[in-house]
């Protein structure tokens, strides 16, 4: 089965399902869907930053400084987290990533809810290579001045989870 066949449930603009479609139709149809964001960092507190591969359906080759992916149809978010974060990491027996908040993303790529989720990852990573071209871990402030300079393409739904969540903690939350 390819990524664009797999069934996703379509939600409304308050997260309540009203039924389900193939990857590919709710893309091409531009359907509300379920997301998660979860942010890895290793044993120095340092965060997970990895580019997509070409291949990926939205936002292909771009940069992501979180793991994660669309939720599946009858996932709950806190499943898809711990499987997204897994698969992509390479890694078996990660701890349930914790749920920070939520958000409708609403950007280039089209609408989804976003659910970010934290994770310390301290097993060695071997990223899935049909989902990660490469991979690094940066300091706070490392990511920081790469978001800022411009130099990376990155993903705009990430790059919103990563405003918002930057503002969650900085309301220590």
């Known amino acids: 089965m390819s990524a664009a066949d797999e069934v996703l449930d379509v ?14 139709e709710v893309y091409a ?13 290793d044993a120095e507190g340092r965060i997970f930053v990895h580019r997509r591969t070409a291949s990926k359906l939205v936002f ?12 599946g149809a009858g996932e709950t978010y806190a499943q898809a987290a711990l ?8 890694v078996r027996g990660l701890a349930q990533p914790t749920p920070l908040f939520k958000f409708l993303y609403e950007g280039p790529g089209g609408a989804w809810w976003s659910y970010v989720h934290e994770v310390r990852c301290e097993l060695p990573v071997a990223p899935q290579v049909s989902e990660v071209d ?17 130099d990376w393409a990155w993903v705009p739904d990430g790059l919103e989870a990563h405003r918002r969540l930057r503002g969650f903690r900085e309301a220590g939350q």
Do not use: K, N
């Open 60 to 71: 292909p080759s771009h940069y992501d400084m979180f793991v994660g992916g669309v939720v």
């Open 134 to 150: 490469w991979h690094t871990y940066l300091t706070p402030e490392e990511l920081e001045r790469r978001v800022e300079g411009g």
């Open 29 to 41: 149809r531009g359907l509300i869907h379920r997301c998660v964001f979860v942010q890895a960092r």
């Open 83 to 90: 499987r997204e974060a897994e698969e992509e990491l390479g």
């Open 11 to 24: 939600v409304d603009r308050d997260d309540r399902v009203t039924g389900r479609a193939p990857r590919g």
